[in-house]
């Protein structure tokens, strides 16, 4: 095996940071590529080149003021992202052993182990959003080190957690930019159950999808039922 899966330890907490920062940086350019995309954003694209033709009189001056709006658009995705990922790092993850390993809690953060390097993890504790679920969260793994099954066995760690603690029901949330994930849940048991605009004004104007997957968590005891 070239990974080790193990718990948390408080020498993991920068490398948790770096591989969720990361990790959620990548899909910046997925996002730009949507908004983009956007009917209104592309009207208001328009205006604007045709506005440029109008006032300098020359295409070509007006395409590359067109292209400095594009970088311009680019460089506001990228803010909103890093707000995101600052989110992230302001709440759970600005104490991890606080959020996640207290003792007596159903909850636990494991990180993946190669060569001494951290390169992914996976965590669960009770949802907030729906009393009585468990929300599996922080499903990182690094770029390189991704097709190789990792991310199947962080999250099979977390969900055999689960069973060990007779969690019944799971769930997670992920965003529509997260194509390879999608499938891997699937694959894992999970069930789409719903999706939402998250509240945010910069994703409504972009109809930025989240998805809230969600599966039944199986025991020892439900199997042998099964069987018989």
């Known amino acids: 095996m070239w990974y080790q899966i193990r718990e948390y330890c408080d020498s993991d907490y920068s490398a948790v940071r770096e591989v969720y920062s990361t990790g959620f940086r990548e899909h910046v350019g997925a996002v730009y590529v949507r908004t983009l995309r956007q009917h209104w954003v592309q009207a208001v694209l328009l205006g604007l080149f045709l506005l440029f033709i109008l006032f300098s009189g020359s295409f070509l001056a007006s395409l590359l003021c067109l292209g400095g709006v594009l970088l311009a658009g680019r460089f506001a995705v990228q803010y909103f992202f890093e707000q995101g990922v600052q989110l992230g790092l302001r709440e759970d993850l600005q104490d991890i052993r606080a959020s996640y390993m207290q003792p007596g809690q159903v909850s636990c953060f494991w990180v993946a182990e190669s060569k001494g390097s951290v390169v992914g993890t996976v965590a669960l504790l009770p949802c907030v959003e729906e009393p009585g679920a468990w929300e599996l969260k922080r499903i990182s793994v690094k770029k390189e080190f991704r097709g190789q099954g990792l991310a199947k066995a962080l999250c099979w760690t977390a969900l055999r957690f689960a069973a060990s603690h007779k969690v019944h029901r799971v769930v997670l949330f992920t965003s529509l930019v997260q194509l390879d994930a ?34 039944k968590v199986m025991h020892d005891e439900d199997r042998r039922s099964k069987k018989h």
């Open 182 to 215: 999608h499938k891997l849940y699937h694959k894992m048991g999970f069930h789409k159950e719903e999706e939402f605009v998250w509240p945010s004004l910069p994703a409504r104007l972009i109809n930025f999808l989240v998805f809230k997957y969600a599966c």
